[in-house]
């Protein structure tokens, strides 16, 4: 028998809703005070009406949903997955306010690509948008690499017994600390860490390329947020390919490829532990697809005869295909480029990478490096298996941050996950392919898409049927939080309906 919800687990889930949309409603402060210091009034009155929005409907909730009930798993799932659509219609106020957006879905599309750390977006004519929105942008990707769930538990929440709850219906389940919300802090602190030094690093490039210093300081930041994020929102719509440099690009590399290692790893770092980079199954599996993948780019693209030399060449595939893998979506070639230089099987190779993605527990999305992985060690443990002596005794064990026995709920996890992820891709290259593109293209922006990935061969643009548009925010919404918490949120509304 389904149990059907009761006032009092809309009052939970209400009020921690509350809580969060205020979070989303902060975020726009310091885009508004760039837009004042710059003397935009009309962004900066878009931004304060966006702020004022979160904050009145946030209080609104926790007045109306007041109550001194914790958390269940249930209103974790729920709360985490609803206050992502809450927050998406609500952060697309300023947007849609903005004028350069056909519709408050688009709006609401770039919201949920920048909140997913997708990168995909519709916002037209970029090249001329407020330095306050161009700050608004890089601060939803940044915010979103961390989790808006994380945000909130971070700054305003006090602790409660139930905020493990929300923080895994974020799609993550490791803590750094015992306590969640001291965990919370310490993902931000590792991020706040790395903005300081990236964005300083960017800035001194940015004027060794002739950047006046106000462009390259702000250039800096807006990058880094796109970068460590994986977000891959460049400033302008030549993303990369504006700085055309060599030492951006690999002070990008760096960032973004932090950007997408476990927190956990990262935490493991920060305390002396260095041997666990190389001992990580994540980051072993990272490193060992990523050098099949460009080893077989670069070898396809070079029969190709496509880039004029060899350095040219490598640096053109392994650029994307990091880009790719750690589905930050950051390019030094044109969206079209992939279809009309790289062909099928350079596509194909990027495909492969968006698909897997990069760590669990970082600001990436894709099936994780950690469940590649353990299925591949799985399937050599039952070779072994079928190759010892019956009475034999086959175990198996993994490395992340600690040694894990490979049990079997740790495959069945990750099977699960990886085959709800392969579904999605099929599902979004099924509809692109309906809507008349090509096989192969369809199948790219359904994975970037669906990936979080954000990197385009041109599919995605403003004049996209309003279908295809609403499908790509629920798929980068379904593969951000890992599908799990999307499912109990719907189940909620089925158990309101059907429940007894």
């Known amino acids: 028998m389904i149990r059907r919800p009761t006032l009092q687990d809309h009052k939970v889930v209400g009020k921690y809703v509350g809580k969060v949309l205020v979070g989303v ?9 760039v837009s004042l210091a710059f003397r935009e009034w009309d962004p900066a009155l878009d931004l304060i009406i966006g702020f004022s929005a979160c904050l009145i409907a946030g209080y609104a909730l926790q007045v109306v949903c007041r109550t001194e009930r914790d958390l269940n798993w249930t209103h974790g799932l729920v709360v985490a997955s609803g206050s992502w659509i809450a927050a998406m219609t609500l952060g697309a106020i300023p947007y849609w306010l903005s004028g350069r957006f056909g519709s408050f879905l688009d709006a609401s599309f770039d919201v949920m690509s920048g909140f997913t750390t997708t990168g995909l977006f519709l916002m ?14 890089a601060l939803l990707t940044y915010a979103g690499g961390q989790g808006i769930i994380v945000i909130a538990l971070t700054f305003l929440f006090k602790g409660t017994a139930g905020a493990y709850k929300l923080y895994v219906g974020e799609g993550k389940e490791e803590r750094l600390l015992p306590n969640v919300v001291n965990t919370a802090r310490a993902i931000w602190l590792v991020s706040l860490a790395w903005l300081v030094v990236g964005s300083a690093a960017l800035f001194a490039a940015g004027l ?17 947020m796109g970068g460590f994020s994986t977000g891959g929102f460049g400033p302008t719509s030549y993303n990369m390919v504006l700085y055309h440099s060599f030492l951006y690009e690999a002070l990008v590399i760096v960032l973004f ?20 980079i190389r001992r990580n199954i994540e980051t072993v599996s990272f490193a060992a697809t990523l050098t099949l993948f460009v080893a077989g780019a670069t070898l396809w693209l070079a029969r190709a005869g496509i880039y004029p030399d060899t350095l040219t060449l490598f640096r ?15 390019g030094t070639i044109y969206a079209r480029s992939f279809v009309t230089q790289w062909g099928t099987v350079g596509m194909l190779f990027t495909i492969a990478a968006m698909a897997i993605g990069a760590s669990a527990c970082s600001t990436a999305g894709g099936i994780k490096g950690i469940r590649v992985g353990v299925i591949t060690k799985t399937f050599f443990q039952d070779v072994r298996r079928m190759i010892s002596a019956e009475s034999a005794v086959v175990r198996a064990r993994y490395h992340h941050v600690r040694d894990h026995a490979l049990d079997a709920p740790v495959v069945r996890t990750a099977l699960l996950i990886t085959v709800a992820y392969l579904t999605m891709y099929a599902f979004m290259t099924i509809l692109n392919t309906l809507f008349g593109y090509p096989l192969v293209e369809a199948a790219f922006e359904g994975v970037s898409v669906a990936a979080n990935t954000g990197l385009s061969c041109g599919v995605t643009n403003p004049g996209m049927p309003a279908v295809m548009k609403a499908a790509f925010i629920v798929a980068m919404w379904l593969g951000r939080l890992e599908y799990m918490s999307v499912f109990a949120f719907v189940g909620y509304f089925v158990s309101m309906v059907r429940g007894r």
């Open 257 to 276: 490829t932090a950007g997408s290692l476990n927190f956990a790893l990262h935490w493991a770092l920060w305390r002396g532990d260095r041997a666990e």
């Open 316 to 330: 053109k595939a392994f650029y994307q295909l990091i880009s790719g893998h750690t589905t930050t979506g950051f």
């Open 208 to 224: 060794f390329l002739g950047q006046r210093p106000m462009t390259a300081f702000l250039h800096g930041i807006w990058v880094f």
């Open 124 to 137: 037209q004519d970029l090249d001329h948008i407020s330095y306050g929105m161009n700050t608004y942008r």
């Open 25 to 33: 409603g902060l975020l726009m402060l310091p885009a508004a005070a």
